[in-house]
């Protein structure tokens, strides 16, 4: 066998971030100072809820993050450069360990993910849309 497991891959992420408890990411973006950005998919969203979308939450699926956020492409976000702070968030804070050190393998040094995810950040009371809030969006 070659290359290296799923776990010892998720480490290694983990290793080059500088990971946030909901809390710290909350007041990040609170602040202004962070992007949060939702990758689960619509499904997970509309089953386990969203942020509140007061704090202006991006979502941006997994599969076209890297496209979305390199400054390089012409599908990059607009206001996107290598010094965006960018929060990454999925469901239970495995996949956004990933995804944001994928990002920061493009050049955005100031990616990270949120501790335990959209679970923990529901957990902590922190906050998430109402259901007549995401009946509208």
Known sequence: ???????????????????????????????????????RPAAQRAEEGEVAP??????????????????????VLPGVDFDTRVIVLCQEGYTSSLAADALRSLGLERATDVVGGFAAWRGQ???????????RA
């Open 1 to 39: 066998m070659s290359g290296t497991g799923i776990e010892e891959q998720l480490q290694q992420a983990r290793d080059r971030l500088d990971r946030l408890s909901a809390r710290e990411a909350w007041r990040e973006v609170r602040s202004g100072a962070a992007w949060l950005v939702d990758i």
């Open 54 to 75: 007061g704090l202006a939450p991006l979502v941006v699926e997994r599969n076209v993050l890297e496209w979305r956020f390199d400054p390089r492409q012409d599908a």
């Open 125 to 135: 009371g922190l906050p998430v849309a109402r259901t007549s809030e995401l009946l």
